[in-house]
C-alpha cells in the first residue's frame, strides 16, 4: 500500500484496543472493525509499531482472509492505516516494506519517504509554536542523500502542492549547497597542503573523523551512480 500523505483525518492507532479509544464524528465506521481485526492477525505490522507495507499488500490480505474482509472495508481501513501519523514516521524514518511474515522486502521510493516528512511537518507545525523547520530540514537532508538523486531529479518527484512544504524543501538544498560548498573547500585545502586527513585535522584544530567523513561524502558524490 502506497503511503499517500494527505489531509485525511487519522482514525486511532490500530495496536489501541476499540474500547479505549475515542470515537469522533466524520470518521470511517468500517475501518475500525478492520484495523482491530489486522492487529490481531499481524500485530508484528499494526501493533506497536507500524511498519511500511510491501506494495501489493492489499490483495494479499483480501486472498489470505477472505471470511474476514471486504474489498471495500479493507481498503478504506488501510487508507486509514497508511494515512496514520505512525506509520507516516515509519516510512519518513527510511524503513523497508515489509510483507505479511514481516519480513523488509523492498525500499520506499524516494518520493514517498519524502511526503511522508513533509506531510508530518505540517500536521506538527500547526500545532505549536516552536520552530520545527530545522529538525525537518535535517530529515529531509537525510532522506535525499539516501536517495542516490541529484536534487534535480528529486525536485522532480516530490513538488507538492503546498507552498509551505515546497518552501521547507528548498531551505534543505540551499543547506545543503552550503554543506556541499564548505566540504568542496576544506577538501581543496587538504589536497593542497599535501598533508594527511589526521595531520590536516591537527593543524586546524579539526576533528579528524569530521576530516575523513568530508573526504568519503565528498568522494561517494563525484562516482557516477550506477544505471537502473
Same mark, same amino acid.
Given at each position: 500500500?502506497?503511503?499517500?500523505?494527505?489531509?485525511?483525518?487519522?482514525?486511532?492507532?490500530?495496536?489501541?484496543?476499540?474500547?479505549?479509544?475515542?470515537?469522533?464524528?466524520?470518521?470511517?465506521?468500517?475501518?475500525?472493525?478492520? @484495523?482491530?481485526?489486522? #492487529?490481531?492477525? %499481524?500485530?508484528?505490522?499494526?501493533?506497536?509499531?507500524?511498519?511500511? =507495507?510491501?506494495?501489493?499488500? #492489499?490483495?494479499?490480505?483480501?486472498?489470505?482472509?477472505?471470511?474476514?474482509?471486504?474489498?471495500?472495508?479493507?481498503?478504506?481501513?488501510?487508507?486509514?492505516?497508511?494515512?496514520?501519523?505512525? %506509520?507516516?514516521?515509519?516510512?519518513?524514518?527510511?524503513?523497508?516494506?515489509?510483507?505479511?511474515?514481516?519480513?523488509?522486502? *523492498?525500499?520506499?521510493?524516494?518520493?514517498?519517504?519524502?511526503?511522508?516528512? =513533509?506531510?508530518? #511537518?505540517? $500536521?506538527?507545525?500547526?500545532?505549536?509554536?516552536?520552530? @520545527? !523547520?530545522?529538525? +525537518?530540514?535535517?530529515?529531509?537532508? /537525510? &532522506?535525499?542523500?539516501?536517495?542516490?538523486?541529484?536534487?534535480?531529479? %528529486? $525536485?522532480?518527484?516530490?513538488?507538492?502542492?503546498?507552498?509551505?512544504?515546497? &518552501?521547507?524543501?528548498?531551505?534543505? #538544498? &540551499? *543547506?545543503?549547497?552550503?554543506? !556541499?560548498?564548505?566540504?568542496?573547500?576544506?577538501? !581543496?585545502?587538504?589536497?593542497?597542503?599535501?598533508?594527511?586527513?589526521?595531520? +590536516?585535522?591537527?593543524? %586546524?584544530? =579539526?576533528?579528524?573523523?569530521?576530516?575523513?567523513?568530508? =573526504? *568519503? /561524502?565528498?568522494?561517494?558524490?563525484?562516482?557516477?551512480?550506477?544505471?537502473?
Amino acid at each position: 500500500m502506497t503511503p499517500s500523505p494527505s489531509d485525511a483525518p487519522v482514525l486511532p492507532d490500530a495496536s489501541t484496543p476499540p474500547e479505549t479509544s475515542a470515537k469522533k464524528p466524520g470518521r470511517l465506521p468500517s475501518a475500525r472493525p478492520v @484495523l482491530e481485526k489486522l #492487529f490481531e492477525l %499481524y500485530p508484528h505490522l499494526f501493533g506497536a509499531e507500524f511498519l511500511p =507495507l510491501k506494495l501489493g499488500i #492489499f490483495q494479499e490480505l483480501l486472498a489470505a482472509h477472505p471470511e474476514h474482509f471486504s474489498r471495500d472495508a479493507l481498503k478504506a481501513a488501510l487508507g486509514v492505516h497508511t494515512r496514520s501519523t505512525r %506509520y507516516l514516521q515509519s516510512v519518513a524514518a527510511g524503513k523497508q516494506r515489509h510483507d505479511l511474515a514481516g519480513v523488509a522486502v *523492498e525500499p520506499v521510493a524516494p518520493e514517498h519517504v519524502c511526503l511522508s516528512v =513533509l506531510e508530518l #511537518f505540517r $500536521r506538527k507545525q500547526g500545532r505549536t509554536p516552536e520552530d @520545527l !523547520r530545522p529538525k +525537518f530540514r535535517a530529515q529531509l537532508l /537525510r &532522506a535525499f542523500e539516501a536517495s542516490g538523486l541529484t536534487p534535480q531529479e %528529486y $525536485r522532480a518527484k516530490v513538488q507538492t502542492s503546498d507552498a509551505r512544504a515546497n &518552501a521547507l524543501l528548498e531551505e534543505a #538544498f &540551499a *543547506e545543503y549547497d552550503q554543506q !556541499r560548498a564548505r566540504q568542496e573547500a576544506l577538501c !581543496r585545502a587538504l589536497e593542497s597542503s599535501g598533508k594527511t586527513p589526521a595531520e +590536516f585535522a591537527e593543524m %586546524y584544530g =579539526l576533528n579528524p573523523r569530521d576530516v575523513s567523513a568530508a =573526504l *568519503e /561524502r565528498q568522494r561517494r558524490q563525484q562516482t557516477p551512480a550506477a544505471p537502473l
